[in-house]
């Protein structure tokens, strides 16, 4: 690995991936701990209060048998520690995972020697060194926030790496990177553009033997279709991120809704329907001002959030709606 001018091993840090982040696809091969109607799915979330008060008020609109589940990396963003902590508890009113950030803020031996796995990003190949290097050091800020909430640090510990939640007919599994592992890319649409890694992904699903994973961690949203051993179509439900932008000159946070019943609003930017089920992706509409005073106040110019997602959490990042949706061939 080629460093860009910081330490290497810091680096490295934010590339590994533990082995406590790892389970077997085959363990989704389970009964549902739930059932409902209608599941918004949540991830990235990165202490983003206006999105979460976007969140909450979206589902408070849904009617029937309903679930919202934090799907990880619910807290980034959110230094200050009366933000950090009523994030946590209003988070933790619902159902939740733990990303790998709340694995690695509650770890108490996540600075042990050989132990420490950094932001816990595993970042692959692609990101560059500086990158990960300043999110390690995000993720040591964000630690020293989460000390002053020490009663609130055994509730993320507890918390689970995955679900498996029934929706209408179909079976889901949520996860907040991959089917392998809490941190893993494997969901990311890059990955996702290889005809081999779909092949992979493809061996997941007959594992696991569910009709989708809806998920989150790589950013970038991706509803992929895959073809299952029995032809079947199923579906990697990636919902990039609920407290950033996701596409080009759209400030919008995104989360993920699979329901019974189509999503009525402006706010669905693509979706599919499966068997009587409609899975579609859900801006987040917020006071843009609002977010970049309470971002800007925790991480100002020259510090190490505001160098990474600045320009982001400005402008939106360079992808499109139509990028993420890919449809199996034919």
Not at 97 to 121: F, H, I, K, M, S
Request: with cysteine.
């Amino acid at each position: 690995m080629t460093s860009t001018g910081g330490d290497a091993a810091t680096a490295a840090a934010g590339r590994s991936c533990p082995l406590h982040y790892r389970y077997p696809p085959a363990g989704f091969a389970r009964a549902a701990e739930a059932h409902c109607d209608v599941l918004y799915v949540v991830g990235g979330l990165y202490g983003n209060e206006p999105a979460l008060d976007a969140v909450l008020e979206l589902f408070d609109r849904e009617r029937g048998d309903k679930r919202l589940i934090f799907n990880g990396d619910f807290h980034w963003f959110d230094t200050d520690p009366a933000t950090f902590r009523r994030v946590t508890q209003r988070v933790l009113a619902h159902d939740a995972l733990r990303g790998n950030v709340e694995t690695e803020l509650a770890d108490p031996q996540a600075d042990a020697d050989g132990a420490d796995a950094g932001c816990g990003c595993a970042y692959p190949a692609w990101v560059g060194d500086a990158v990960v290097e300043r999110s390690n050091r995000i993720l040591q800020q964000l630690r020293a926030t989460a000390g002053t909430c020490p009663d609130l640090l055994p509730r993320l510990a507890a918390l689970p790496m995955h679900r498996r939640i029934d929706v209408g007919g179909l079976r889901m599994a949520v996860v907040h990177g991959d089917a392998e592992s809490l941190a893993g890319w494997g969901f990311a649409q890059e990955h996702l553009r290889d005809p081999a890694h779909r092949q992979t992904v493809q061996g997941w699903f007959e594992a696991a033997q569910v009709d989708a994973f809806a998920c989150s961690h790589t950013c970038l949203p991706v509803f992929c279709e895959l073809n299952s051993s029995a032809g079947a179509p199923v579906w990697v439900l990636n919902n990039g991120a609920a407290g950033m932008p996701n596409f080009k000159a759209d400030h919008a946070g995104v989360v993920t809704r699979i329901a019974v019943h189509p999503f009525v609003g402006a706010q669905r930017r693509f979706g599919i329907e499966r068997r009587g089920v409609y899975m579609d992706a859900i801006a987040l509409d917020i006071d843009i001002a609002r977010w970049h005073t309470q971002f800007l106040r925790q991480w100002p110019a020259g510090s190490d959030a505001h160098a990474s997602y600045w320009e982001r959490l400005a402008q939106g990042p360079d992808y499109t709606p139509g990028e993420a949706v890919m449809r199996r061939a034919g």
